[in-house]
């Protein structure tokens, strides 16, 4: 009878602490899910910032490419008469009863070959240059038929678009020429809590050819990197961080039924194997 007690403490004792199991596993997995405070900051790595100013040598100048769409209007500032300008200006004519909604009906669209198709001018190749050269480019036509030519030139569909652990994924239309990765970050709603920030990666295709480039929002040295700058059309992907795969939401749902079911499985061995 002593004998039979000891065994069934002993087995009590185990079933014991095959429940403190559960909890401890529950536990372990949440620890794993856990993010440092230091994965979530910027700008930590690397050398302090300087005191002093530093130039901007890797911001490079937007250059034209198919498919890029152009606002382009001529004025003459020596010239009062309307009628002068008008045969070097589209205008967008809308059809009879109706509102005309095509954006580029007025607006010059890169074709696949580099070349606009510009009013009395004929085709101008512009693929490859930037918007001052289009410019001058063009200034430098019209001077054969206006004194004094103005040429206001914008570039309409400078796009990037930002996917991965962000706030609000998706390609965004930017108004200005230039625009940098933090930009493009700060457009979506900044990254999420599960964004990587030392592995950004950056896809741009440019002259027939597809690049990759790595940035690092940790390092301080980022504002020197080729790619901190964007071009139109590049695409900013943010990796998730490898805790995202181990949190109760995710992967953790996925392997708290295989411990549950261990855990009983554990117990039933213990109980089926009392004397």
């Known amino acids: 009878m002593k004998h039979f007690n000891h065994i069934q403490s002993n087995g009590g004792q185990s079933n014991l602490k095959a429940g403190h199991v559960f909890p401890f596993l529950l536990l372990l997995t949440l620890l794993n899910g856990c993010i440092s405070p230091k994965e979530l900051t910027n700008f930590t790595e690397g050398s302090d910032f300087s005191a002093l100013t530093d130039s901007i040598r890797n911001s490079v100048p937007l250059r034209l490419q198919t498919d890029d769409l152009l606002s382009i209007v001529v004025y003459n500032s020596n010239e009062t008469d309307p009628k002068a300008i008008a045969p070097f200006n589209l205008v967008a004519s809308a059809p009879s009863g109706g509102e005309n909604n095509d954006p ?32 001058d480019t063009l200034n430098r036509k019209l001077k054969t038929y206006l004194k004094d030519p103005i040429v206001n030139l914008r570039l309409l569909n400078f796009r990037i678009t930002v996917l991965g652990e962000v706030a609000r994924p998706g390609a965004y239309t930017v108004p200005n020429e230039r625009v940098n990765v933090l930009d493009a970050i700060g457009m979506a709603g900044d990254l999420g809590n599960y964004g990587r920030r030392d592995n950004i990666l950056v896809i741009r295709e440019q002259n027939g050819k597809r690049q990759f480039g790595h940035l690092n929002l940790k390092s301080r040295d980022i504002f020197t990197s080729p790619y901190f700058y964007l071009q139109q059309n590049d695409i900013v992907y943010v990796e998730p961080l490898e805790q995202k795969t181990t949190t109760i939401g995710s992967k953790g749902q996925q392997i708290l039924p295989w411990i549950t079911s261990g855990v009983t499985f554990l117990n039933l061995i213990i109980i089926l194997t009392r004397p």
Do not use: K
């Open 104 to 135: 580029t009906a007025a607006n010059y669209r890169v074709d696949e070959n580099g070349n606009i198709n510009f009013p009395v001018l004929g085709p101008i190749r512009v693929a490859g240059l930037t918007l001052s050269d289009t410019r």
